[in-house]
Every structure is written in structure tokens, then in C-alpha cells.
């Protein structure tokens, strides 16, 4: 029985004809600046060579995917339309499935497919004998999310034309990545897989015949957007009904507090303070900061992240938003004071440009710690 | 962070802004029907040494090469997000180049994360309010740059 396979899910497209038992001809080639076009002359010149007509191909093999969505459209509509025309069967195979069957090992194999902004496309097989048993189904996910399924092995072999790109988020000692020769060239492993299949009696419908491009559905997607709405951010003005939970914020941050009273009275009397609060989008007020401005100049005097939201970036955002509103309002220097011990802070304040510019001695009426006095120079105004 | 622009300052701010861009950038152009969401990144074509770039309303997507290879896309006419499905739009949404979306609120769950949003409002016929949406880590890169 003679075997044509096509796969053109990846940048290198490949073609084999296989005749029982014994690979005749096979062709890959690099097609990342075209997408695929060369496909029918590949197989129109391997056929040649082998001095073999289309007619003379009893079964058809495509690799349906996962990958590139032109691709896998190009692949599956010139294995049909050749099916079609010559009355042949035709047989699917997963993308990742032909990746793993070059591999031979008894390790979990995972063979990944570079999906862009840090997904892939992947699958774990387990081989025993001539088949591969499915460990984990063909999916597109974050590489991360890979990564944790993964930790449940010791050792696992990973195979794929990407993993050069991709092989430095694998923890080296658990990964063994294939080499070159193994990496691409599915249409070989395709045409082994189709004819065992065919044999043992598989068969499809051509007309049902569709390629697995495992994009997420819209409802899973609206989903996930949700759930990432729920994490945005916004940073406004304090207002008086944000007294109570800015309190509460404060209460676990600082030994010393300010009164409600006295929050209060810095938003509705004092003309120097400008306070900011950063909120999520249900609401719920997550970190706050406050300024006094004085003339041409500005004193963080307040900043603090709810308890459970900090170490996410929070308490910077809320400094970046008051450096550009020192900004907007052309103040030429911002200052602060910030405890001694406190070198996370000072670490992140230097990274915006704050210099320590001095040392006050027992500062902080709690223990009679020292603040450090740090400066930022602005050049002053929006247009610099 | 707001840029008021008037529009004879209009390449210059495009020129500020694009100097930032690099490959892999995704950004979405968003604002009213004559708020200038073309022109803006026809501005930016221009640097890149592209002329002639038109509106993709009819194509969906237009893609140019010049200084950068970039993708041009307008979902204005979309009536259903899932259209896009037709379309490959993981290449346009995670470009080996940079991507420039009009109406991307028409696609939003397909849209990919690390979007810089940039919102154009009318002020007055001559003059347009720029907003860069601190949204994601690279707008808060180009800001930064950019200030």
C-alpha cells in the first residue's frame, strides 16, 4: 500500500510517500516567507523523481494539526481535493502525535508548538510499543500553565521545530529536548500513523474533515477577559467615601495612624494635599498615597497597599502617577521620607530616580527610628 | 498620560511616540469615527518610510512593510466577533512585527495581553487629546520613554 502524506502546520512543510514498510521519498522545506505555497510543487517533484503518478497513491495522510491557521487550511484543502479527485481514502493525524512518534523513548514525550505571546501548543504521549497513549490532550495554553502540568515528572523528553526558542523556560534538569533530525519532518511519522490506522480499519468521512486549529471558543474567552477585568486597575482622586477602607489600608501597614478625623481634614481643608487611590474594577480601594505641594514642590507624606495586594506593583503605580502629576503640575522636586529599614522602598524609590539626599535622626515617633530623606530633581513641565 | 496635539504637531507626536515601537508591539488605536485613528497610523507609516497606507475597513487587515513590517486592521464593519475566526488572526495579534488594531473593543476577547491602548478624543477640529491607557507593562515602558 503506498502512503502520500502532506503536513503543513509549521514553517517547514513536509511531504513522504511511504510504501508499506519502507519510507520511499520524503521532502521538508523551510516555507516561513511564504505560508506553504511551494506544498503541490514538493509533491509534484518527489512524485517525478519517483516516477509515480497521483493515481498511484491508495491513501492520503494530512496532519490536521494544531499550528499555523493558513497552513493547516492550505494542507488540509490539497490532501482533500487530491483524496477527492482520485477516490482515495484520507486519514487525519494529530500534528503533535506524528512530532512525538519519531520520538523512541519511555519518558513521557511532549511535543510543543510555538503559539506566540508565551502559549504553545502542546500534548504529552506515553509510547508503548508501536502507539502512543495520550497523557494529556493537544491544547493550546500558556507556557506556564504547561510548565506546572509538567513538574508531575522527573524526566520528559520535549521535541518540536520551537524548542530552541522555548528550551530555556524548561528546567534543565528535567527536559531532554530531540535534536535537529527529529524536530520537523512530521509527514514522515504521519504516514506511519495513517497506514496503521488504515489497517487496523480506520476510516473518515472526507467531507467532515476539518483542521484542529484549538482556538478557545468565544465564551471561554469572554470568560478569561473577565476574570482579567477583575485584576485592572485605576488610580483617581481620594474622596470622602474612601475614608473608611483608606483607614483600614493604613491600620495594616503603619504603627502610627492617622485618624478618620484627620483624613478627613486633609481632604476637605488643607489646599497643599493631593491624595490618590488606586481601586480595582469592582470597587474596592487596593492602595492609596498622598502628597502636599508647596510652591514648586512635593512631599510624599503617605503611600501603603492593602495587605493581601502587595508585592504586585501596586504601590509603584501609585508613585508613577504622582511623579507625572508633579509633572503636569510643574513641580521641580519631589521629596520624601522613608524609614531606614525600609530597603525594599528606598530600592524602589532609587529606581525612579530618588536620590537619599540626607538622614533625620529618631523620625518616627514609634521606637525612634531614622528616615532617610530622598529627592527627585524634575526638569519641570510636560514638554521635556 | 494626555498629549493635546494639534494636528500641524500631529508627526512630530507620532514620531515621539513611534520611536518606542518595537517588534511584537500590538497597538490599539481607539476613538470615534473622525477622531483620526487612520491618520494617526498613517503618521507613523510615514516615518517607516510607508506611503499610501489606507483605511482597512473593506480588507479588515492591510499589511506594509517598510523600516518595520506591521498590520493594519479596522474590525469597524465586524457585526459578531467570532468573523474573525475566518481570518488568521493569532499572525496579526502576535506580529513577528507590530500590529496597529482600529476597533479592537469589536474583538476584545480575542485580543492578546500586553496591548498598548491609545485613546484619540476630539478637543476641537484642529486639535486631538491623545491618551496612552497605563494599561499593561509595555505602555508603562513607552510612557516612561516617553516623558
Request: aromatic share 10%.
Amino acid at each position: 500500500m503506498r502512503v502520500l502524506a502532506l503536513d503543513t502546520s509549521t514553517a517547514i512543510s513536509s511531504c513522504a510517500i511511504l510504501e508499506d514498510d519502507l519510507m520511499v521519498g520524503s521532502y521538508d522545506l523551510n516555507q516561513s516567507r511564504n505560508s506553504s505555497e511551494s506544498a503541490v510543487p514538493m509533491i509534484e517533484e518527489m512524485l517525478s523523481a519517483l516516477d509515480l503518478k497521483i493515481s498511484d497513491i491508495d491513501l492520503f495522510a494530512v496532519c490536521k494539526g494544531p499550528g499555523s491557521f493558513t497552513g493547516l487550511r492550505i494542507g488540509m484543502t490539497i490532501a482533500k481535493t487530491f483524496a477527492q479527485i482520485n477516490e482515495k481514502p484520507i486519514l487525519s493525524i494529530s500534528t503533535l502525535e506524528a512530532m512525538a512518534y519519531c520520538v523512541f523513548s519511555d519518558l513521557p514525550i511532549v511535543p510543543i508548538l510555538d503559539a506566540r505571546g508565551g502559549r504553545v501548543y502542546a500534548a504529552i504521549y506515553k509510547r508503548s510499543g508501536k502507539v502512543l497513549e495520550t497523557l494529556m490532550e493537544p491544547d493550546l495554553m500558556q507556557m506556564d500553565d504547561l510548565l506546572l502540568d509538567l513538574t508531575q515528572y522527573k524526566n520528559y523528553i520535549v521535541t518540536g521545530d520551537s524548542i530552541s526558542k522555548l528550551a530555556t523556560y524548561f528546567p534543565k534538569n528535567q527536559a531532554i529536548f530531540t535534536e535537529a533530525h527529529l524536530n520537523n519532518g512530521n509527514a514522515r511519522a504521519a504516514a506511519v500513523l495513517a497506514l496503521r490506522r488504515y489497517q487496523a480499519g480506520e476510516r473518515e468521512e472526507l467531507y467532515s474533515l476539518v483542521p484542529a486549529y484549538l482556538r478557545k471558543s468565544q465564551a471561554q474567552r469572554d470568560y478569561e477577559k473577565k476574570q482579567q477585568e477583575v485584576s485592572r486597575v485605576l488610580i483617581r482622586k481620594m474622596t470622602l467615601e474612601d475614608i473608611d477602607a483608606v483607614y483600614e489600608i493604613q491600620k495594616q501597614s503603619f504603627s502610627l495612624t492617622w485618624t478618620k478625623a484627620s483624613l478627613t481634614a486633609e481632604l476637605e481643608q488643607n489646599k497643599l494635599a493631593h491624595y490618590f487611590v488606586l481601586q480595582n474594577n469592582m470597587g474596592e480601594i487596593i492602595a492609596y498615597s498622598g502628597l502636599w505641594q508647596v510652591l514648586d514642590e512635593a512631599n510624599i507624606n503617605n503611600i501603603a497597599v492593602a495587605e493581601h495586594m502587595q508585592g504586585k506593583g501596586y504601590g509603584q503605580m501609585l508613585i508613577r502617577h504622582m511623579i507625572s502629576y508633579a509633572q503636569e503640575s510643574k513641580i521641580a522636586k519631589i521629596t520624601l521620607e522613608v524609614r531606614r529599614s525600609n530597603y525594599k522602598a528606598i530600592h524602589v524609590y532609587e529606581k525612579f530616580g530618588f536620590e537619599r539626599v540626607g538622614l533625620r535622626k529618631n523620625y518616627y515617633a514609634d521606637g525612634n527610628e531614622d528616615a532617610i530623606l530622598m529627592d527627585l530633581i524634575l526638569e519641570g513641565g510636560l514638554d521635556d | 498620560m494626555d498629549y493635546i496635539i494639534k494636528r500641524t504637531d500631529l508627526s512630530e507626536f507620532a514620531k515621539k511616540f513611534a520611536e518606542h515601537l518595537k517588534d511584537g508591539d500590538v497597538i490599539c488605536v481607539n476613538g470615534d469615527l473622525g477622531a483620526g485613528k487612520t491618520t494617526f497610523v498613517q503618521e507613523i507609516a510615514k516615518i517607516w518610510g510607508v506611503d499610501g497606507v489606507t483605511s482597512p475597513t473593506f480588507a479588515l487587515v492591510e499589511s506594509y512593510s517598510g523600516a518595520f513590517d506591521f498590520y493594519h486592521m479596522d474590525f469597524y464593519r465586524l457585526e459578531d466577533a467570532s468573523e474573525i475566526e475566518t481570518l488568521d488572526y493569532e499572525s496579526f495579534f502576535y506580529p513577528d512585527g507590530i500590529s496597529f488594531i482600529e476597533w479592537g473593543e469589536r474583538v476584545e476577547s480575542y485580543l492578546p495581553e500586553g496591548l498598548i491602548q491609545i485613546d484619540i478624543q476630539i478637543v476641537d477640529l484642529e486639535t486631538r487629546r491623545f491618551t496612552i491607557q497605563p494599561s499593561s507593562d509595555r505602555a508603562l515602558e513607552i510612557l516612561e520613554a516617553m516623558s
